[in-house]
């Protein structure tokens, strides 16, 4: 059974950093490309970024509203996605999802974690 | 960026109906389309991928159609766990986008 667990959430003053993690099990996870999407309360699903796998050499896309902030890696001898927060402001407010990609032709999101709350505030 | 819209932003349905949304995209993306279900306090899960591909598992009252800047999703017979809120997606070009959503309510 695939699964994801995100962890990490909290809060955190504006300013501050944070480190999500995303634990993959149930699925060759170094096959496939992760990505982070995240939803802010009451709000719309943003996508934030995404890694490739090692056969697209690990490459990395960012929403240019994360960009030079947040930092995606992925450690596939663990099965872990990671999200680096730094520079956090209170628009950053939202549950994060990580989720495994499916690929026919693009990647697709088939499956989702449950979700991590982040809230930014002083 | 491509820029999602959906129509209507809210539909009040009742269990039987058919329904019909509508994602328009700001410039073509081919069929990169997906489809997402959305309960309130729950990840969002796929439904419909590459415009009209159904996802594993996923009951067939679902079916997506389209391709370029318009595309529907429509649930043939409206059942209760139907009550949602579902979202477009584009994968065609980055940033990947999502539209607004259309949230399913019970008549």
């Known amino acids: 059974e695939v699964q994801l667990v995100e962890s990490g959430g909290g809060l955190v003053q504006p300013g501050g950093s944070l480190r999500l993690s995303c634990a993959a099990s149930g699925f060759t996870f170094s096959d496939h490309y992760m990505d982070w999407v995240r939803q802010a309360p009451g709000k719309g699903l943003e996508w934030v970024g995404r890694?490739?796998?090692?056969?697209?050499?690990?490459?990395?896309e960012y929403a240019a509203s994360v960009k030079g902030r947040f930092t995606i890696s992925r450690d596939d001898s663990k099965n872990s996605l990671y999200l680096q927060m730094n520079s956090l402001k209170t628009e950053d407010t939202a549950v994060y999802y990580c989720?495994?990609?499916?690929?026919?032709?693009?990647?697709?999101?088939?499956?989702w974690g449950q979700g991590t709350l982040v809230t930014v505030s002083s | 960026d491509i820029q999602l819209t959906q129509s209507p932003s809210f539909l009040s349905a009742s269990v039987g109906d058919r329904v019909t949304f509508t994602c328009r995209a700001s410039?073509?993306?081919?069929?990169?389309l997906a489809w997402y279900q959305q309960k309130p306090g729950k990840a969002p899960k796929l439904l419909i991928y590459?415009?009209?591909t159904l996802q594993s598992g996923v009951p067939s009252r679902f079916s997506g159609s389209g391709s370029g800047t318009e595309f529907t999703l429509t649930i043939s017979s409206l059942q209760p766990e139907d009550f949602a809120t579902y979202y477009c997606q584009q994968l065609n070009n980055y940033p990947i986008t999502f539209g607004p959503g259309t949230k399913v309510d019970i008549k």
């Open positions: 410039q073509g993306i081919s069929s990169y």
């Open positions: 590459a415009a009209s």
């Open positions: 989720a495994r990609g499916l690929h026919s032709s693009v990647w697709y999101f088939d499956y």
């Open positions: 890694i490739r796998n090692k056969a697209s050499s690990y490459t990395i």
